[in-house]
């Protein structure tokens, strides 16, 4: 059974920085494209970044500048740098990896709160 599994969640001021990551098991992982999504309440689900299985990056307009998206292909790691964090930016964070013909994963999410 494929598994996204994300940690690096958590609460932190204004200004400051987390890296979350995601680990994949079970799929072979250099044919997927990876991204991370989040989702605010009551706010419906967006893509913040994603890179593909070449290493082109692709960023929400409302991170760029601030979030880095990087993979390691030997350890099947997914991770998102988020630098000058915003109240805006507190949502659950999700990991999909998406594959071919249409395969797509989801991780559980995990919570990253900005707040003084």
């Known amino acids: 059974q494929v598994q996204l599994v994300e940690s690096g969640g958590g609460l932190v001021r204004p200004g400051g920085s987390l890296t979350l990551s995601c680990a994949a098991s079970?799929?072979?992982?250099?044919?997927?494209?990876m991204a991370w999504y989040r989702q605010a309440p009551e706010k419906q689900r967006e893509l913040v970044a994603a890179?593909?299985?070449?290493?082109?990056?692709k960023y929400a307009d409302s991170v760029k500048g601030r979030f880095a998206i990087s993979r390691d292909d030997t350890r099947q790691m997914t991770y998102l740098q988020m630098n000058s964090l915003k109240p805006e930016d507190t949502a659950v964070y999700f990991c999909?990896?998406?594959?071919?013909?249409?395969?797509?994963?989801w991780g559980q999410g995990t919570q990253v709160t900005v707040s003084s």
């Open positions: 890179i593909s299985t070449g290493g082109v990056k």
């Open positions: 999909k990896a998406e594959g071919p013909w249409d395969t797509n994963y």
């Open positions: 079970r799929i072979t992982f250099i044919y997927y494209r």
